[in-house]
Protein backbone atom coordinates (compact mmCIF):
# COMPACT_ATOMS: atom_id res chain seq x y z
CA UNK A 1 0.00 0.00 0.00
CA UNK A 2 1.07 3.40 0.64
CA UNK A 3 3.94 4.50 3.47
CA UNK A 4 3.14 7.51 5.29
CA UNK A 5 5.88 9.00 7.64
CA UNK A 6 5.37 11.30 9.73
CA UNK A 7 7.42 14.03 11.85
CA UNK A 8 6.88 17.47 14.07
CA UNK A 9 5.81 16.48 17.29
CA UNK A 10 7.43 17.49 20.05
CA UNK A 11 6.45 19.23 23.89
CA UNK A 12 4.95 22.70 23.98
CA UNK A 13 4.07 24.75 26.14
CA UNK A 14 -0.21 25.59 26.22
CA UNK A 15 -0.71 28.46 23.93
CA UNK A 16 2.32 27.55 21.42
CA UNK A 17 1.84 26.04 17.97
CA UNK A 18 3.47 23.24 16.34
CA UNK A 19 3.28 21.83 12.96
CA UNK A 20 3.29 18.40 11.43
CA UNK A 21 3.83 16.73 8.34
CA UNK A 22 3.30 13.23 7.20
CA UNK A 23 4.93 12.19 3.98
CA UNK A 24 3.26 9.58 1.82
CA UNK A 25 5.29 7.57 -0.74
CA UNK A 26 5.17 7.13 -4.55
CA UNK A 27 2.80 4.43 -5.37
CA UNK A 28 0.15 2.99 -8.09
CA UNK A 29 -2.20 3.63 -5.93
CA UNK A 30 -4.75 7.02 -6.08
CA UNK A 31 -4.60 8.98 -2.89
CA UNK A 32 -8.36 10.22 -2.25
CA UNK A 33 -8.07 11.03 0.96
CA UNK A 34 -5.77 12.19 3.93
CA UNK A 35 -5.59 13.54 7.03
CA UNK A 36 -5.57 13.01 11.00
CA UNK A 37 -6.30 11.10 13.78
CA UNK A 38 -4.99 10.63 17.29
CA UNK A 39 -5.39 9.07 20.66
CA UNK A 40 -5.14 10.68 24.20
CA UNK A 41 -3.75 8.50 26.96
CA UNK A 42 -6.14 6.16 27.79
CA UNK A 43 -9.14 7.22 25.35
CA UNK A 44 -9.99 5.90 21.73
CA UNK A 45 -8.25 7.36 18.20
CA UNK A 46 -10.44 10.22 17.19
CA UNK A 47 -10.57 12.15 14.20
CA UNK A 48 -8.88 15.85 14.41
CA UNK A 49 -8.91 16.61 10.68
CA UNK A 50 -9.80 14.81 6.97
CA UNK A 51 -9.08 16.30 3.45
CA UNK A 52 -10.98 14.76 0.69
CA UNK A 53 -13.66 16.18 -1.28
CA UNK A 54 -13.96 18.35 1.71
CA UNK A 55 -11.72 19.88 4.49
CA UNK A 56 -13.41 18.83 8.43
CA UNK A 57 -12.19 19.52 11.52
CA UNK A 58 -13.33 18.18 15.09
CA UNK A 59 -15.07 20.70 17.05
CA UNK A 60 -12.01 20.44 20.09
CA UNK A 61 -9.76 22.13 17.24
CA UNK A 62 -11.54 24.32 15.06
CA UNK A 63 -10.65 27.57 14.76
CA UNK A 64 -7.04 26.50 15.93
CA UNK A 65 -5.82 23.64 13.52
CA UNK A 66 -5.43 23.62 9.92
CA UNK A 67 -5.06 20.88 7.52
CA UNK A 68 -3.63 21.57 4.38
CA UNK A 69 -2.09 19.33 1.46
CA UNK A 70 0.32 19.15 -0.99
CA UNK A 71 -0.70 16.70 -3.87
CA UNK A 72 2.34 17.16 -5.72
CA UNK A 73 4.29 15.82 -2.78
CA UNK A 74 1.28 13.37 -1.29
CA UNK A 75 2.30 15.63 1.77
CA UNK A 76 -0.35 16.74 4.31
CA UNK A 77 0.19 18.83 7.20
CA UNK A 78 -1.62 20.07 10.42
CA UNK A 79 -0.53 23.38 11.88
CA UNK A 80 -2.07 23.43 15.47
CA UNK A 81 -1.85 26.63 17.20
CA UNK A 82 -3.04 27.64 20.67
CA UNK A 83 -2.31 24.44 21.88
CA UNK A 84 -4.33 23.24 25.56
CA UNK A 85 -3.28 20.02 27.31
CA UNK A 86 -6.24 18.22 26.31
CA UNK A 87 -4.41 18.28 23.07
CA UNK A 88 -1.70 15.93 24.50
CA UNK A 89 -1.81 12.54 22.09
CA UNK A 90 -0.34 10.60 19.82
CA UNK A 91 -1.36 11.94 16.52
CA UNK A 92 -1.51 9.62 13.28
CA UNK A 93 -1.46 10.84 10.21
CA UNK A 94 -3.59 8.63 7.23
CA UNK A 95 -3.93 8.36 3.47
CA UNK A 96 -6.64 6.92 1.98
CA UNK A 97 -6.25 4.87 -1.08
CA UNK A 98 -8.40 3.17 -3.98
CA UNK A 99 -6.10 0.68 -6.21
CA UNK A 100 -6.22 0.04 -9.79
CA UNK A 101 -9.57 -2.71 -8.83
CA UNK A 102 -11.52 -0.03 -6.80
CA UNK A 103 -11.03 -1.73 -3.37
CA UNK A 104 -10.15 1.10 -0.84
CA UNK A 105 -7.62 1.14 1.76
CA UNK A 106 -6.43 3.07 5.15
CA UNK A 107 -2.60 3.59 5.51
CA UNK A 108 -1.30 4.75 8.67
CA UNK A 109 1.69 6.71 9.34
CA UNK A 110 3.94 5.75 12.60
CA UNK A 111 2.46 8.30 15.12
CA UNK A 112 4.21 11.21 16.50
CA UNK A 113 4.07 12.51 20.34
CA UNK A 114 2.23 15.77 21.06
CA UNK A 115 2.82 16.61 24.51
CA UNK A 116 0.84 20.06 25.88
CA UNK A 117 2.46 21.01 29.26
CA UNK A 118 3.88 23.66 31.38
Known amino acids: QVQLVESGGGLVQPGGSLRLSCAASKTIFSINAMGWYRQPPGKQRELVAS?????NYADSVKGRFTISRDNAKNTVYLQMNTLKPEDTAVYYCYARTVSPTGAYFTSWGQGTQVTVSS
Open 51 to 55: SGGST
